[in-house]
């Protein structure tokens, strides 16, 4: 991932006239000398306000100057029109230290949890990124991970870049990692209809034996993998070796594109006598909208449906008001009754900007005229479909409808945990991720950073909700009704005295997969990796 | 004087919204790109980045192919685990409409009304 660096970020010897040390005796000098002088000036100024800052020695331990103070003064100003407001860049000629005095008050004024923050002296740090890295909370969960784990930086460059709602360079084709050293277990999660996958007959569960003639499962070449895998340019082409359910392999020549995604991938109905409704939720996009509309639209079509199971095993979040849109759509005015969807509650300095964030009952322009009635479900349960990728908007979902007494039931396993959202703030051609706000659902509950999990999982339990935990089935496709998650719900809402007897069996057999067999393929856990995935993908050794 | 403004005001307001050339009225309707072409892709990304304030955009292969609104939003981004970037995102994609009018094509951004005249491209009535 290019990162842009900071220009004081360089290791100076002790005593070189650079070191931080040397600097801030230097600093420590002139700043006594200009008192004398009682000229006032030395070091840098807000050149508004008469404040005068002399490198480090405005630092005091939990004391803070506003960041309104330093932002926008970099080591090196960038120059120019400003892709995103069309006109120059804010960038004024300021230092390292400057920056690294933004993010630090910046934390201070919006990190959700800003009072377990260890302050350090800006100036002892040269990296700015290295420093931001810093500025957040050292506490776990009660599982014993990070409580954050959202905390990120990239550069504005990439941030502020756009594409067409659901557009990424690569063949159409979502892979999931198992395993990601040797041996190394790639396999097929979905492909998109019309993509250059479709066209070359991938399909759900197919494994990835060789990339542009190297051994994927045990050979070295990471790039290579990694290039042939998630290609970064549209005409790159790329032969993978497939190896099929029934063990058979062929090649295949794929030419990256522009692909388009499909949000909503599937709209089913299932069950003995098709009462059941199964969606595919794959992605929070602008074009969601209209996709969702249709899929309840279609459900409702011939008096309805009993059950829904909404599979968002897949979906890492979005727009949140794609989240409200389809919460409504499930439980209906009579459920939600006059209730919130969630609030975003934000650190005890900004209280005041707690913000409540309706369920939304009509369209709001994305992909359906604005305004528009959505319709209904009017349901009092739901069955999701999870795993570790079910994320954010995506948990929202979960929590809201749980928060107005709607039964949650949750078959697979335990979802990401993230009860939080960020404004991303730039500054000198970063953009900064710190985790600004909590989501609580109508009943003021927001404490999942564990994730939700099946109230049986045995693995990484989090908020416990009815269901089953269900590993994922990659022998079946998405929506049939014999795949492993799906036909566990099925399974569960025909058999309240047993709902989780299939998906015990579906465990015992999670216990012992071994990938060399397809078979063992009916149970498995991995990590989608959706293009452009940043880091995580193909590596040389277990990590 | 008043009476030539009361008369002609909303003639010109009529002119304004249905498009007008050589002196004959035009008649705006949703549109589609008739052909696909490299000079039009890009004179597309270079009027919708700067639309939109974006540094670049990434269109699908084929734009404006089967519909007349086209939505930009922030380019998919993950963080190191891989999850969403944003994973709750609280603004809303940018929404731009493809018009026909006459033999122009025109490309207009919803959210600010504004418009500009398409010279690589090439439209159809939807």
């Keep these: 991932m290019p990162m842009i660096k900071d220009s004081s970020a360089r290791e100076w010897p002790r005593f070189h006239p650079l070191h931080p040390s040397f600097l801030r005796l230097n600093a420590i000098v002139i700043f006594g000398l200009s008192a004398l002088a009682g000229c006032g000036g030395g070091g840098g100024s807000d050149g508004g306000n008469g404040v005068t800052y002399l490198d480090d020695t405005g630092w005091v331990a939990g004391e803070f100057k506003p960041a309104s103070d330093f932002a926008d003064r970099c080591a090196v100003p960038r120059t120019g029109i400003d892709p995103s407001t069309n006109s120059a860049y804010p960038d004024r000629l300021g230092t390292g230290l400057d920056e690294r005095n933004f993010i630090r008050s910046?934390?201070?004024?919006?990190?959700?949890?800003y009072d377990e923050i260890v302050d350090r002296n800006p100036f002892d740090h040269n990296d700015k990124l290295e420093y931001f890295d810093l500025l957040k909370t050292d506490a776990k969960t009660a599982s014993g991970k990070p409580k954050d784990q959202f905390h990120f930086h990239m550069p504005t460059s990439e941030y502020r870049s756009l594409s067409?709602?659901?557009?990424?360079?690569?063949?159409?084709?979502?892979?999931?990692?198992?395993?990601?050293?040797?041996?190394?277990?790639?396999?097929?999660?979905?492909?998109?209809?019309?993509?250059?996958?479709?066209?070359?007959?991938?399909?759900?569960?197919?494994?990835?034996?060789?990339?542009?003639?190297?051994?994927?499962?045990?050979?070295?070449?990471?790039?290579?993998?990694?290039?042939?895998?998630?290609?970064?340019?549209?005409?790159?082409?790329h032969t993978l070796r497939i190896r099929?359910?029934?063990?058979?392999?062929?090649?295949?020549?794929?030419?990256?594109?522009?692909?388009?995604?499909?949000?909503?991938?599937?709209?089913?109905?299932?069950?003995?006598?098709?009462?059941?409704?199964?969606?595919?939720?794959?992605?929070?996009?602008?074009?969601?909208?209209?996709?969702?509309?249709?899929?309840?639209e279609q459900l409702q079509a011939g008096g309805g449906v009993a059950d829904l199971v909404l599979d968002v095993r897949y979906n890492g979040g979005g727009y949140l008001a794609i989240a409200s849109q389809l919460a409504y759509m499930i439980a209906g005015p009579g459920q939600i009754n006059g209730r919130v969807f969630e609030t975003m509650t934000f650190n005890d300095k900004r209280s005041a900007e707690n913000d409540p964030f309706p369920f939304l009952d009509e369209a709001v322009g994305f992909s359906v005229t604005k305004g528009q009635p959505l319709p209904n479900l009017g349901l009092d349960r739901v069955f999701v479909l999870t795993g570790p990728d079910t994320c954010s908007a995506s948990e929202s979902i979960?929590?809201?409808?749980?928060?107005?007494?709607?039964?949650?039931?949750?078959?697979?396993?335990?979802?990401?945990?993230?009860?939080?959202?960020?404004?991303?703030?730039?500054?000198?051609?970063?953009?900064?991720?710190?985790?600004?706000?909590?989501n609580e659902n109508a009943k003021g509950f927001s404490d999942y950073a564990d994730g939700f999990s099946p109230q049986n999982a045995v693995s990484n339990p989090g908020e416990?909700?009815?269901?089953?935990?269900?590993?994922?089935?990659?022998?079946?496709?998405?929506?049939?009704?014999?795949?492993?998650?799906?036909?566990?719900?099925?399974?569960?809402?025909?058999?309240?005295?047993?709902?989780?007897?299939?998906?015990?069996?579906?465990?015992?057999?999670?216990?012992?997969?071994?990938?060399?067999?397809?078979s063992s393929l009916s149970a498995v856990n991995g990590r989608v990796i959706k293009s452009p995935a940043l880091q995580g993908r193909v590596v040389e050794r277990r990590e | 004087m008043m009476k030539v403004i009361r008369t002609a005001l909303p003639l010109l307001l009529l002119a304004a919204m249905t498009g007008c050339k050589n002196g004959t009225l035009q008649h705006e309707a949703p549109a589609r790109l008739a052909e696909q072409s490299d000079a039009a892709r890009a004179e597309l990304e270079q009027i919708i980045a700067k639309a939109a304030g974006a540094y670049t955009v990434t269109l699908a292969e084929h734009p404006f192919a089967d519909s007349s609104v086209l939505l930009v939003e922030r380019r998919p981004q993950r963080d190191?685990?891989?999850?969403?970037?944003?994973?709750?995102?609280?603004?809303?994609?940018?929404?731009?409409?493809?018009?026909?009018?006459?033999?122009?094509?025109i490309l207009l951004q919803e959210s600010t009304g504004k418009r500009w005249e398409l010279r690589e491209a090439n439209c159809l009535p939807q």
């Design chain 1, 244 to 296: 099929e359910l029934d063990g058979a392999e062929r090649d295949v020549t794929l030419i990256a594109e522009n692909a388009e995604s499909t949000p909503v991938l599937e709209v089913a109905r299932v069950g003995a006598n098709n009462e059941v409704g199964y969606i595919l939720f794959n992605d929070h996009i602008g074009t969601a909208e209209a996709g969702l509309k249709q899929a309840v």
């Design chain 1, 398 to 438: 979960i929590n809201a409808l749980r928060g107005v007494d709607v039964e949650v039931i949750q078959i697979g396993s335990t979802t990401c945990g993230k009860p939080y959202g960020f404004y991303p703030e730039d500054n000198c051609g970063t953009t900064y991720f710190t985790i600004q706000f909590q």
């Design chain 1, 164 to 237: 067409q709602s659901g557009t990424s360079v690569g063949y159409g084709v979502v892979w999931s990692i198992i395993e990601n050293s040797p041996p190394r277990e790639v396999l097929v999660t979905y492909v998109e209809p019309g993509s250059p996958a479709a066209s070359a007959n991938l399909s759900r569960g197919q494994r990835v034996v060789e990339v542009d003639g190297h051994d994927l499962i045990n050979g070295s070449g990471a790039d290579v993998f990694n290039a042939g895998l998630w290609p970064s340019e549209s005409g790159e082409s």
């Design chain 1, 464 to 518: 416990p909700l009815p269901g089953c935990e269900v590993g994922d089935d990659f022998t079946h496709q998405l929506g049939d009704p014999a795949e492993a998650r799906l036909a566990a719900a099925l399974h569960y809402r025909a058999n309240p005295d047993n709902p989780c007897s299939l998906a015990a069996s579906s465990a015992q057999q999670k216990m012992g997969a071994s990938l060399a067999a397809p």
């Design chain 1, 106 to 113: 910046w934390s201070n004024e919006t990190y959700l949890w």
């Design chain 2, 80 to 105: 190191p685990q891989g999850h969403r970037l944003p994973g709750r995102d609280l603004g809303n994609p940018e929404r731009f409409q493809l018009l026909v009018s006459g033999e122009d094509c």
